[in-house]
């Protein structure tokens, strides 16, 4: 978190994390074609030639002011392959919060499962613990045929019992909500600290 | 000192002085007009655009300072792996109108000049050095404390869910 005390301007740092083609990428363009273009900014996408993210896509949204201060929200996502690995961990430097994706088809559970070790490792590294970081869960791709059941994925994935979501990215379903939740967890976690 | 508190999760908090923001801001300026640079930004790690100078109109800065940060993370990963301890300082790009200058500013900020092939790259180290130990010297004066509790309190919370309630109809 950043507050710039002049411009009364807080800024946060949200960050996409997830395992290759769960939909982080989706997330921030329904986010950016939904909200009003005063808003947000620019939707900044590194992608190779096959549309896959190779570094981080980036996006900063505003929502007016509120008692005079401007939140501002820094939404980045990371690059999901396995071989990306450190454009993952640079990316996660001065994170306030983190959305997982999760691919609920039954067969990326592994990757996952994969993913969420490698964040723990990533934040660890910069003193963070998934225990008590502000982090929630979005299970993505529920109108998908043969999607994992919920509770499948709950004991799984969700061994901190944060806040999870369903969604449905390319539709727009579930990717508000978890913004919103994710937001407030942020700011919840700041009061209780101060 | 910039005040940086590390909260109980791990995760960092930066506040920036009205009067650091102040100095930072007139170092800048100075460094625009002794340099002719285009366009000069100051920013975070994290990728945070602070401050900036020049003619900036129709860059889309904060774009510009999240991928700078990104361009200093990537190039620290590669001084490890070919060996080099610390990070790179300086990061240099070439283009045929314009050129980029990046430069750190310590550990946890760093400084985008943005200058005209015309300019020479000389002027540029020479000027944005002394800009460096200027804005060093400016963030590490004890500003006065601020109280973060006004900035952000219960009313401030519930609000701001408000606010998001309505923007994301």
Redesign the interface.
Same mark, same amino acid.
């Given at each position: 978190m950043f507050i710039n005390w002049a411009l009364q301007e807080i800024n946060l740092k949200i960050v996409y994390y997830g395992p290759g083609m769960s939909g982080k990428t989706t997330n921030l363009e329904h986010i950016h074609q939904k909200l009003d273009p005063s808003l947000t900014g620019d939707l900044v996408s590194l992608k190779t030639k096959e549309d896959r993210t190779i570094f981080f896509d980036f996006m900063q949204i505003e929502v007016g002011r509120i008692k005079g201060k401007k939140p501002k929200f820094n939404l980045y996502t990371v690059p999901g392959q396995v071989y990306y690995a450190s454009s993952r961990k640079v990316i996660l430097n001065g994170v306030d919060g983190i959305v997982f994706v999760a691919d609920s088809q039954p067969h990326r559970m592994e990757a996952n499962i994969e993913t969420l070790l490698d964040l723990e490792g990533n934040l660890k590294q910069d003193g963070h613990s998934l225990d008590n970081f502000p982090w929630v869960i979005q299970y993505n791709k529920r109108d998908l045929p043969g999607a994992e059941a919920i509770d499948v994925l709950q004991k799984r994935l969700n061994f901190f019992d944060v806040p999870n979501f369903e969604a449905v990215a390319v539709k727009g379903e579930g990717v508000f909500d978890t913004l919103k939740a994710v937001i407030n967890l942020v700011v919840q976690n700041v009061q209780s600290q101060l | 000192m910039v005040q940086t508190k590390?909260?109980?999760? +791990? @995760?960092?908090? !930066?506040?920036? &002085? %009205?009067k650091q923001?102040?100095v930072i801001t007139k170092v800048l300026s100075e460094l625009a007009t002794k340099t002719k640079a285009s366009a000069i930004l100051f920013a975070?790690? $994290? %990728?945070?655009l602070?401050s900036q100078r020049g003619s900036t109109e129709g860059m889309?800065t &904060? !774009?510009l300072s /999240?991928?700078a /940060? @990104?361009d200093f /993370?990537?190039t $620290?990963?590669m001084a490890k792996l070919v060996g080099e301890e610390a990070k790179f300082k300086l990061l240099f790009h070439e283009g045929e109108k314009r050129n980029v200058y990046l430069s750190n500013v310590g550990e946890s900020f760093f400084l985008v000049v943005v200058f005209d092939v015309s300019v020479t790259l000389g002027l540029i180290r020479i000027y944005t050095k002394k800009a460096i130990e200027d804005l060093n010297t400016a963030l590490e004066e004890s500003g006065e404390e601020?109280d973060? +509790?006004s900035?952000?309190? $219960?009313?401030? $919370?519930t609000?701001? %869910?408000n /606010?998001?309630?309505? &923007?994301?109809k």
């Open positions: - | 590390k909260l109980k999760d +791990g @995760s960092r908090q !930066v506040i920036l &002085t %009205g923001y102040d975070d790690m $994290s %990728g945070q602070i889309n &904060t !774009v /999240a991928l /940060a @990104s /993370a990537a $620290s990963e601020v973060e +509790g900035m952000i309190d $219960s009313d401030f $919370s609000l701001l %869910g /606010a998001l309630d309505d &923007t994301f």
